[in-house]
């Protein structure tokens, strides 16, 4: 299994730019896809971004992109979301999630691990 902490939340205005990080252990890195996801109060889970075992390759939601990007690190362990002019709506507990498929998925339930969220609140 592997074990997930997310850190980088911040309150911050809209416009700025905050960098998301997700630590993971406990396994082999490489041989998980890794994803972001965020959940605001009263809504579903919600596809942010998304990138293959080897980094090749990435899918982001409609709505972030050009403005986030999903990378990761398989030497640290690590999966990042870069954030640029955030907005109101983008508020959010923002989680990272691991698929031991190669496929990447948009779905939360083909997501088998998860971290505990990291909040990010976005003021206009």
């Known amino acids: 299994q592997v074990q997930l902490v997310e850190s980088g939340g911040a309150l911050v205005q809209a416009g700025a730019s905050l960098r998301l990080s997700c630590a993971a252990s406990?396994?082999?890195?490489?041989?998980?896809?890794m994803a972001w996801f965020r959940q605001a109060p009263g809504k579903e889970r919600e596809f942010v971004a998304a990138?293959?075992?080897?980094?090749?390759?990435?899918d982001g939601a409609e709505s972030v992109k050009g403005r986030f990007a999903i990378s990761r690190d398989n030497i640290r362990n690590t999966v990042t979301l870069q954030m640029n002019s955030l907005k109101p709506e983008d508020t959010a507990v923002y989680y990272c999630?691991?698929?031991?498929?190669?496929?990447?998925?948009?779905?939360?339930?083909?997501?088998?691990?998860w971290g505990q969220g990291t909040q990010v609140t976005v003021s206009s």
């Open positions: 999630a691991a698929n031991d498929d190669s496929r990447l998925s948009r779905r939360p339930i083909d997501y088998e691990y």
């Open positions: 990138i293959t075992k080897s980094g090749a390759r990435t």
């Open positions: 406990g396994s082999t890195f490489t041989y998980y896809s």
